[in-house]
Nanobody, 124 residues
Framework: EVQLVESGGDSVQAGGSLKLSCTVS????????FGWFRQAPGREREGVTS????????YYADSVKGRFTISLNNAKTTLYLQMNSLKPEDTAMYYC?????????????????WGQGTQVTVSS
């Protein structure tokens, strides 16, 4: 369906900021949602934030609300994740994802297209 490639992961000190990018290729229509997920070693993959193409609505996990911002450019070619006030608990591999007809936007099972992941490490 679509191809996704993440970039921008890095090591940063607590309190710092990072911006992740996800290049999107393929045919995109209004039925798609895009999301960011993360997975730390030994933990389940969790939804961080997502956006619905049709109306631009955005959804955030409680753990990142007020610190992270998701955005999608008008051409639907690049998905971004702006991360501010980073904490050590944010350390994880971050993945972008795409899915059609998403009902529960922060659930991993709803997405069937995934990027390769980019590592974010936050030190104290």
């Amino acid at each position: 369906e679509v191809q996704l490639v993440e970039s921008g992961g890095d090591s940063v000190q607590a309190g710092g900021s990072l911006k992740l990018s996800c290049t999107v290729s393929g045919a995109i229509d209004a039925s798609y949602s895009f999301g960011w997920f993360r997975q730390a070693p030994g933990r389940e993959r969790e939804g961080v934030t997502s956006t619905y193409t049709r109306d631009g609505s955005k959804y955030y996990a409680d753990s990142v609300k007020g610190r992270f911002t998701i955005s999608l450019n008008n051409a639907k070619t690049t998905l971004y994740l702006q991360m501010n006030s980073l904490k050590p608990e944010d350390t994880a591999m971050y993945y972008c994802a795409a899915g059609r007809w998403v009902a529960s936007h922060l659930q991993t099972i709803e997405y069937n297209n995934w990027g390769q992941g980019t590592q974010v490490t936050v030190s104290s």
